[in-house]
């Protein structure tokens, strides 16, 4: 048997001022998602775009639904032994990095 939790999930869409938050906190310095090409400065420097995304969000949150599209990832394999007799195409000589287009929100 499953016991209750401890903390409520807030099941309320998430709040500009949420998002907002979220968004700085996020680092500058990483490249943009390769599936949409956005920089976070971007939406760090853009009130509208926050906005939208904010809207995009609770539309999406209210909906139940999750677009087929925020399903998606890109992998990157980076070569992580540099021996040139060992050939990069071996799934052993490589990590991968998958990204996602999302964000992740914690409950208060």
């Not at 943009?32 to 976070?40: A, E, G, N, T, V």
């Not at 139940?64 to 998606?72: A, I, N, Q």
Request: glycine share 2%; with cysteine; aromatic share 8%.
């Amino acid at each position: 048997m499953l016991h209750n939790p401890i903390i409520e999930f807030d099941l309320e869409p998430p709040a500009y001022r949420q998002i907002t938050n979220i968004i700085r906190k996020m680092k500058t310095s990483g490249s943009p998602c390769p599936l949409d090409q956005i920089s976070i400065i971007s939406f760090k420097r853009c009130p509208y775009l926050r906005t939208y995304l904010t809207e995009l969000i609770q539309a999406v949150w209210l909906s139940g639904s999750v677009p087929d599209e925020w399903k998606k990832a890109c992998t990157i394999l980076i070569n992580k032994k540099n021996d040139a007799n060992l050939p990069r195409e071996l799934p052993s000589n490589n990590s991968s990095i998958r990204t996602t287009e999302s964000i992740h929100f914690k409950s208060p």
